[in-house]
C-alpha cells in the first residue's frame, strides 16, 4: 500500500510565508506527476500546483508568484513554498501523487490533508 503524509500547516498572519511537505511511502516504483489541492469551506476542491517528475511546473493563477512546488525524487517528497499569504489562501491543502507500484500498476494516492489558516 501507498501512503501520503502531509506536514507544515498552521496559522499565519496575512503576508506571511509557510512550507507544506508530502512524503510519500510504500510500495512504490516511482512516481509521476505529484500536486497540491486545496478546499476552501463551501467550495470545490482546486488545484494549486503541479509538478511532473521532470520537473516541470503548472500554478493556478490566483497563486503565480507567491507559491513555489517542487519535488525530491529521491525521497518521494513534493514541497509547496506558500510566500505573501493572503485570507483567501486558508483551506485544508492536499498532496497527491501518481504512483507506479512494483506490480507496475499506476493509480493516483492522496493525503490527507493539513490546515492552512491566514488570519490576523
Known amino acids: 500500500q501507498v501512503q501520503l503524509v502531509e506536514s507544515g500547516g498552521g496559522l499565519v498572519q496575512p503576508g506571511g510565508s509557510l512550507r507544506l511537505s508530502c512524503a510519500a511511502s510504500?510500495?512504490?516504483?516511482?512516481?509521476?506527476?505529484m500536486g497540491w489541492y486545496r478546499q476552501a469551506p463551501g467550495k470545490q476542491r482546486e488545484l494549486v500546483a503541479a509538478?511532473?517528475?521532470?520537473?516541470?511546473?503548472n500554478y493556478a493563477d490566483s497563486v503565480k508568484g507567491r507559491f513555489t512546488i517542487a519535488r525530491d525524487n529521491a525521497k518521494n517528497t513534493v514541497y509547496l513554498q506558500m510566500n505573501s499569504l493572503k485570507p483567501e489562501d486558508t483551506a485544508v491543502y492536499y498532496c497527491?501523487?501518481?504512483?507506479?507500484?512494483?506490480?507496475?500498476?499506476?493509480?493516483?494516492?492522496w493525503g490527507q490533508g493539513t490546515q492552512v489558516t491566514v488570519s490576523s
Open positions: 497527491t501523487g501518481m504512483v507506479r507500484d512494483f506490480k507496475l500498476w499506476v493509480a493516483d494516492y
Open positions: 510504500g510500495s512504490i516504483f516511482s512516481i509521476n506527476a
Open positions: 509538478i511532473t517528475r521532470g520537473g516541470s511546473t
